[in-house]
Structure formats: structure tokens, C-alpha cells
């Protein structure tokens, strides 16, 4: 079973339209994230979310709105597509908070390509 | 704010070749450290942590021990293999309250045969 999944693994898009990845995990977790990879492989956090609620928001453009329905989802809506959003987005989740030490599991990620 | 610096890469090593990759922080509270790897076309998965000062964290072979002194977490690996090729990322969360990981730039590691 896949700890943590997303979809889709995969997304080619033209500029300016939305789209939305999903994120789900099944290890119980409390605490959900939403990381950005460029293509020079930095990776920098967008949100957090600890039981539904939002603790982290990295200075992400409104266009990006998360959305945590229950504990074992994140998703992530992007409106009005830039070139620039091409990256990879990766899901994370861990047990506790970030703060404490606690070990992050990683989605496969999803290719986002705006043409 | 809380910072992680690695050793620039690509590192490219023969098979059974010693490994160091390096990596220093800079954190104003008391992190905990981590170190991960990425294989080609996958997430990120944990390699090896520690949680306070001059704890060593192993797993496959790799080892780092967290030093408050130097703030460095360097990894290292005996012998190294064509499997390991991978980017290898630190990282820290800061226990003050930023509740979030900060990553290096990321160090991609090829080893030929």
C-alpha cells in the first residue's frame, strides 16, 4: 500500500487555466504538507496543515489555495497558470509537527508542465 | 532565519569509494537534523536523523552525527555503491515554533562502476 499517494504524477497544462493535484495518506498522520521542487532541485515548503488546520503559508501566491477535508487530505488548487509554477509538487506528511523532530513522508510528486 | 548549506555537487565517485558530503546550519533554536535522498524519478525519503547534539544517525551504511560545535551534519559512507546514486538533501526543523523543514540546495551523487 502507498503510504502517501498523489495524482496525478503528471500534468501538462497551458498558461492561465486551473487545475488542482490531490494528496492523500494512510499512515494516520496529523500533519500534511505541500512542498515545491524547481528544477534545479530546491525544495521549499508552500503549507502545513495539523489536523485540518493551516500552520504554515510560506508566502504562496493567492492563486495557490490548499485544502484539507479531513486529516488523510491535502490538495492543492491552482488558479490562473504561470510559466513559472513549473515544478514538481511534492506531499508530505508526518505524525506530529515539523518542530518536533518528526520524520516526513514523501509523495512520488506531480510533473507540472504550463505551457 | 534558520538556514542549511550543503557542498555544492555533482559529486561523482567510483564503487567502493569513500563518501563526505557536507552540510552546515544555522538555526536559533535547538533543530533536529535530517538527512534525505531522492532517487531518480521518485519523493524524497528519510536516510538518517538525530534529534539533539552529538547523536549519530545510521541507516544503509550512512552515518552523520550532529555537532553543536561546528553546527555541521556531515554524511558519510565507507564504501560507497552504483545504488546509491541519488540527491541527497539536509535538512532541519527548528523545535522554536517555524514548525517546518528547511532544506539545502541538494547534492546529486553518481557512482560508476
Known amino acids: 500500500d502507498t503510504a502517501v499517494s498523489q495524482t496525478p504524477k503528471y500534468l501538462v497544462t497551458q498558461m492561465g487555466n486551473d487545475k488542482s493535484i490531490k494528496c492523500e495518506q494512510n499512515l494516520g498522520h496529523d500533519t500534511m504538507y505541500w512542498y515545491k521542487q524547481d528544477s534545479k532541485k530546491f525544495l521549499k515548503i508552500m503549507f502545513s496543515y495539523n489536523n485540518k488546520e493551516l500552520i504554515i503559508n510560506e508566502t504562496v501566491p493567492n492563486r495557490f489555495s490548499p485544502k484539507s477535508p479531513d486529516k488523510a487530505h491535502l490538495n492543492l488548487h491552482i488558479n490562473s497558470l504561470e510559466l513559472g509554477d513549473s515544478a514538481v509538487y511534492f506531499c508530505?506528511?508526518?505524525?506530529?509537527?515539523?518542530?518536533?523532530?518528526?520524520?516526513?513522508?514523501f509523495g512520488p510528486g506531480t510533473r507540472l508542465l504550463v505551457l | 532565519g534558520d538556514s542549511v548549506t550543503q557542498m555544492e555537487g555533482p559529486v561523482t565517485l567510483s564503487e567502493e569509494a569513500f563518501l563526505t558530503i557536507n552540510c552546515t546550519y544555522t538555526?536559533?533554536?535547538?533543530?533536529?537534523l535530517f538527512w534525505y535522498v531522492q532517487y531518480p524519478g521518485e519523493g524524497l525519503q528519510l536516510l538518517l536523523k538525530a534529534t539533539k547534539a552529538d547523536d549519530k544517525g545510521s541507516n544503509k551504511g550512512f552515518e552523520a552525527t550532529y555537532r553543536k560545535e561546528t553546527t555541521s551534519f556531515h554524511l558519510e559512507k565507507g564504501s560507497v555503491q552504483v545504488s546509491d546514486s541519488a540527491v541527497y538533501f539536509c535538512a532541519l526543523s527548528d523545535g522554536g515554533g517555524a514548525q517546518k523543514l528547511v532544506f539545502g540546495q541538494g547534492t546529486r551523487l553518481t557512482i560508476n562502476p
Open positions: 538555526a536559533t533554536g535547538y533543530p533536529s
Open positions: 508530505a506528511s508526518s505524525l506530529g509537527l515539523a518542530g518536533l523532530g518528526e520524520t516526513q513522508y
